[in-house]
């Protein structure tokens, strides 16, 4: 079943932005933690960012910290990556997923719905 739609990864040259979408329309922005994560080619998919929906706090890799931002819009149902200063080593395929337990993770087996991925090409 699809659950989540993700939208917004094109190629970009390094130093732009980006901002990644993350919509549902079955899914509760309330309920869920929400997470996004990357993989890159010949890589094991990572977690970039996620928001514990319990306590709203957020969590961001150290390779992207001060330049992603993740926020959500429950009046939207959409959630967001905006990505900025983006290099090179961001490019890869972007996942939002969304956990039951509300509270984030970086472990993606704890999630329960994904959404099919949005390309992000960094390249000059």
């Known amino acids: 079943q699809v659950h989540l739609v993700e939208s917004g990864g094109e190629l970009v040259q390094p130093g732009g932005s980006l901002r990644l979408s993350c919509t549902t329309s079955?899914?509760?922005?309330?309920?869920?933690?929400i997470g996004w994560f990357r993989q890159a080619p010949g890589k094991e998919r990572e977690a970039v960012s996620w928001?514990?929906?319990?306590?709203?706090?957020?969590w961001y890799t150290d390779s992207v910290k001060g330049r992603f931002t993740i926020a959500r819009d429950t009046t939207k149902s959409t959630a967001y990556l905006q990505m900025n200063s983006l290099k090179p080593e961001d490019t890869g395929i972007y996942y939002c997923?969304?956990?039951?337990?509300?509270?984030?993770?970086?472990?993606?087996?704890?999630?329960?719905?994904w959404g099919q991925g949005t390309q992000v090409t960094v390249s000059s």
């Open positions: 997923a969304f956990e039951s337990s509300g509270l984030g993770s970086s472990n993606e087996h704890e999630y329960n719905y």
């Open positions: 079955t899914l509760s922005l309330h309920f869920y933690g």
């Open positions: 928001i514990n929906n319990v306590d709203g706090s957020t």
